[in-house]
């Protein structure tokens, strides 16, 4: 089983849709959770960290479940330049720190 | 700023070719790392040196050596490739280890080996 679970998609929504995205990970010592955007062909870049009590940042939310283990990202009002892949990436609480990334999420935005 | 720099973007070796992919950032950053992405696998970790003078085996570090040459430039070595290295190798930072701002990554590098 991989440490962090991503449906892999693709999700394909018309504009000004909201849709929902989920991951789960499998590490309970799992401390620090991000998304990240990767266009076709490029770097994964940070979309946004992931707060205990839930943070927003414009049409993204994102919401983390520590006792069901599971992060959420939501995207309202969705563009065609929301299509992209989302990774869910976990940094665990061992002696490693490393970032830990899910395959990812595919997202289509219609016209 | 550049960020993190990658070279060279693309790369075709022949099976037990040898080649070093170089990476660099000019953000100060203490923490170095070089993934490898593959269809449906995600990105993995293949080594990471958390400051300068350390380096440490990640994930999937077979087959591969690096080189924290100072603060700025982390070295990824192919010593003798081959057909399952062939994949898109991402260099990133971030200021510490551990940290919780996430990661800066340079623009990849795609590899076929042949």
């Known amino acids: 089983r991989k440490e962090v679970e991503q449906d892999p998609g693709p999700f394909n929504v018309p504009e000004g849709a909201t849709v929902a995205f989920n991951c789960t990970y499998s590490?309970?010592?799992?401390?620090?959770f991000f998304w990240y955007r990767q266009d076709c062909r490029k770097e994964p870049k940070l979309l946004m960290s992931v707060y205990s009590s839930g943070n927003e940042d414009g049409r993204f939310t994102a919401q983390l479940n520590r006792a069901s283990q599971y992060i959420s990202l939501l995207i309202r009002d969705s563009k065609l330049s929301d299509s992209a892949t989302y990774l869910c990436?976990?940094?665990?609480?061992?002696?490693?720190?490393?970032?830990?990334f899910g395959s990812g999420t595919r997202l289509l935005v219609r016209p | 700023n550049a960020g993190v720099t990658q070279t060279p973007k693309f790369q075709v070796l022949k099976t037990g070719q040898s080649m070093t992919l170089q990476c660099a950032q000019d953000?100060?950053?203490?923490?170095m790392y070089w993934y490898r992405q593959d269809p449906g696998m995600g990105l993995r970790l293949i080594y990471y040196?958390?400051?300068?003078?350390?380096?440490d085996k990640g994930e999937v570090p077979n087959g591969y050596n690096v080189s924290r040459l100072n603060k700025r430039e982390f070295s990824l070595r192919l010593e003798s490739a081959a057909p399952s290295q062939t994949s898109v190798y991402f260099c990133a930072s971030s200021g510490f280890h551990g940290s919780n701002y996430g990661y800066t990554f340079g623009s990849g590098t795609r590899l076929t080996v042949v």
């Open positions: 040196s958390a400051s300068e003078g350390t380096t």
């Open positions: 953000m100060n950053h203490n923490s």
């Open positions: 590490n309970s010592a799992s401390q620090s």
């Open positions: 990436v976990v940094n665990r609480v061992d002696s490693s720190y490393k970032l830990i």
